[in-house]
């Protein structure tokens, strides 16, 4: 498995026969690499939640690519109304094949919605990602959540290896509360922070975080934005 940051929580995950891309804010502030080589050759789009800055460029990409969106029910038909034809509308509970790999959407404790001239639209509950594809580690991509038990509920179905946690505060968990659900509720072997350092008001660190996760059995990745780093 390849994985690319492309900073926030935007990651493009390369597994033998897809490429598949989650929360594809390519446009964040902190990115400044090639943003059409950064979605070239996706296959699949797989989105957390309906936030502005977790679509980014999912139409966009769909268009120009074919790719498969995954989302939940309302975030499909959403975007269908902007142009997305192929799609995979999934939820909470369910379990899809999709050939070289296979997404399990778990529960995320956060909010999932837009705003259209001026009024908030409703875009289906937040979502974490488990993906599994044979021969490679089982990735969770915890999306934006707080802390809460059910976590280890998700550790004991899926057995997530690698772990992709948000740790920038204010809107999720900061790195106290994300160093706690890898240690208490996970058996991550790679822990890999997320939506922090995008905007000012996230104001938890990647050091923070590290520093905390320090003498336990996880190992902490940090990814340069846009280098690709194997897994």
Partial sequence: MKLTWFGHSAFRVDIDG????IDPFIDNPTFQGD??????????????HGHDDHTG????????TGATLIA????CNHLAGFGVEEMSPMNTGGNVDF???????????????TVIDGKPVYLGNPCGIVLMAPGEKTLLHMGDTDIFSDMA???????????IVPIGDRFTMGPKLAAMACTRFFNFET?????YGTFPALHGTAEDFVARMQ?????????ERGDAIEL
């Avoid at 943003?35 to 957390?48: C, M, S």
């Avoid at 460029?57 to 120009?64: A, G, K, M, R, W």
């Fill in 35 to 48: 943003r059409e080589a950064a979605f070239r050759g996706a296959t699949h789009v797989v989105l957390t």
């Fill in 18 to 21: 897809a490429t598949v891309l």
């Fill in 153 to 163: 509920l998700i550790n004991e179905i899926y057995a997530p290896k690698i772990g």
């Fill in 72 to 75: 939940n029910f309302e975030l």
């Fill in 215 to 223: 003498d336990t059995p996880t190992g902490v990745t940090i990814p």
């Fill in 99 to 113: 050939g070289p790999f296979s997404v399990a959407f778990v529960p995320a404790w956060h909010s999932s919605g």
């Fill in 191 to 195: 822990a890999i922070p997320c939506h």
């Fill in 57 to 64: 460029s999912t139409v966009e990409i769909c268009e120009s």
